[in-house]
């Protein structure tokens, strides 16, 4: 089952404020919506929400989000606590958390820099409409998991 993008970022937003890490900014909510896909893409073999992720100059973008998004600039974004989420499995919850834990560590320049040298960016031509295949994703990071 997949899960609406926009409750995913809103997840991803109180994982970070919660964590006592400042606001996360929209460019590192894209890099953060990227991981979390891959990562639930070769975990789960099916995709954490049905989106696309498109191959922009900073690196993976979801439009949706981006455009939701895109008025806070620079600035952090407030998480909507009044959203209520839960994923379907524990182990998604695990997953989830655990991306967040390694990759929300990293600076939104060190988590662009990171997807420029990784294959699923590198090798789409970028710009908007330059979809990422999830099969491409998913590939990827299958060979990413700890064993």
Not at 58 to 64: L, Q
Request: aromatic share 14%.
């Amino acid at each position: 089952m997949t899960y609406p993008v926009s409750q995913i970022a809103n997840q991803l937003l109180i994982y970070s404020a919660d964590m006592g890490r400042e606001l996360m900014t929209n460019m590192k909510l894209q890099k953060m919506l990227y991981y979390q896909q891959g990562f639930h893409l070769a975990y789960f073999n099916t995709p954490l929400f049905d989106e696309e992720i498109e191959a922009w100059m900073y690196g993976p973008v979801v439009p949706a989000m981006y455009d939701r998004y895109k008025t806070n600039g620079h600035n952090g974004i407030e998480p909507d606590r009044t959203i209520e989420f839960n994923f379907d499995q524990p182990q998604e919850l695990s997953l989830f958390n655990e991306v967040c834990r390694v990759y929300g560590a990293y600076s939104t320049i060190g988590l662009m820099n990171m997807t420029h040298q990784e294959s699923p960016w590198k090798n789409t031509p970028t710009g908007e409409g330059n979809i990422i295949p999830k099969s491409v994703m998913r590939s990827f990071f299958k060979k990413r998991l700890k064993a």
